[in-house]
């Protein structure tokens, strides 16, 4: 997709001399100065600001979503540190429909619908692990590699022998460590999908990583709802007021790229500098200091902290407090750039996942729709610590599985320290969005997004009611 012409011109953040927009701050990296990922700027500038709040409450629209968007894209449904032995498997729920994911030999990992070809009995109820794969209603039998093993009775069932009773599978490809889905067989391969996203994540090497913490808090709104709370920093100054002194929400850069069969979203805010919204009396040197404490807390406890020179660069005083305690936590050098050390740079992978490039926040995120319920989701979290220097791979932690009455810090707080705090923030704001959608204003029921700070939630939803209408159209030729 070209970049469009625009009905009017915008502006692409606010800065100051003293506050600049984050790619000026990127201009000044000395460690790594040459990173991919600093010197880009997205292909597409979204420019559909209003969408009817009905794409967030319709059961109608939730259905079409489910056949058009959620069965023909790829999606991240987990690692393989998740399945870590053959035979391992686990059922993945997305929306009405479950995939079953099995470690099928040493390096194979395979996605098999969730339903017996018999009588459409549910294989996997649960994560376990089995040397076959057999239905518990009439006993049919799979080899994990998907060959079918074995039929009581076969002499009912003549036609369906080894060569054509195979389970059906779903494509899965890998990138990262992670798994990844797609039910449309015509669809791009997932490298060709995720676009320069690899490019920019190699040096931060996801796939020497393990999964340190693990939750999935089910959510009382909508999965796109959800997931807009993270495609924009606009909401830090009134969620998040204590991220204002370090963060900078309102100098942001925001970038839509098209890849061949997806999309990529990057919402990006720099750290270690006051937001544009702080006092203008707040001091940069303490911004710096509390952004460099705050970390070690949430990352590096017990660390000593330094203590900044006013004199010298402070971003660049805080990534080699970084790199020292990063060595002596890991056991390894780390060779990110300053941005990659304190930013927040979130990659959104359409439709329904993110991945931070972020030392400061290596996460990762999933956002499931319910299988009934519009108005409900399922929100899916991971932080993702380097494997250390000589050390085999830990287990991964267990997904903790969170109501959504429950607070995430309550139930998070040993492995996300602060950072599970900051969630609970977050998703407090949330059912009341999905509230306020259905009782918007009659005569214009419509969100009025902000030009460029929520430009990546502009081309999701165009892409999302396209991809509908478009999946409507072949229907019906």
Known sequence: MATIVRKSEITRGYGTKERPVTQ???????????????????????????????????PAIAALEQEHVWEKSWLYIGRDEDLPNVGDRMPVNVGRRSYMIVHASPDEYKAYYNSCPHRGTELCSQKENAASIRCPYHGWEWQNGGKLKRIPSHWDFKEITPNNGGLPEVRLERWGGFLFINADKEAPSLQDALGLIPDHFKEFDYANRYTYGHFRREMDCN???????????????????????????????????????????????????????????????ASAQMFLQTTGDWHYPGYPVTVLDPDKDLRAQVADWIRDAYRAKHGKDTELPDAILLDSLLYFFYPHCCFWLSEAVPFTYQFWPHATDPNKSYFEVRMLYPVGEGEARPAAAPRVDIGPDESIFATMQESFGFLAYIFDQDCSNLPRVQRGAHSANIENPTTFLGAYQESIIQQWNKVILAAIEEGQARKRA
Request: aromatic share 14%; charged share 25%; hydrophobic share 35%.
């Open 24 to 58: 000026e701050v990127w201009n000044k990296e000395t460690f790594f100065p040459d990173h991919v990922s600093l010197h880009i700027d997205g292909t597409i500038e979204p420019d559909s600001r209003r969408f009817d709040h009905n794409i967030y409450i319709d």
């Open 223 to 285: 999965w796109k709802v959800a997931q807009e709370a993270f495609q924009e920093a606009y909401h830090l100054y009134a969620t998040h007021p204590e991220a204002v002194p370090f963060a900078g929400d309102a100098q942001g850069k925001y970038d839509v790229w098209e890849t061949k069969g997806s999309y990529i979203g990057r919402n990006s805010t720099y750290s270690a500098i006051p937001s544009a919204h702080a006092p203008a009396d707040t001091d940069p040197v």
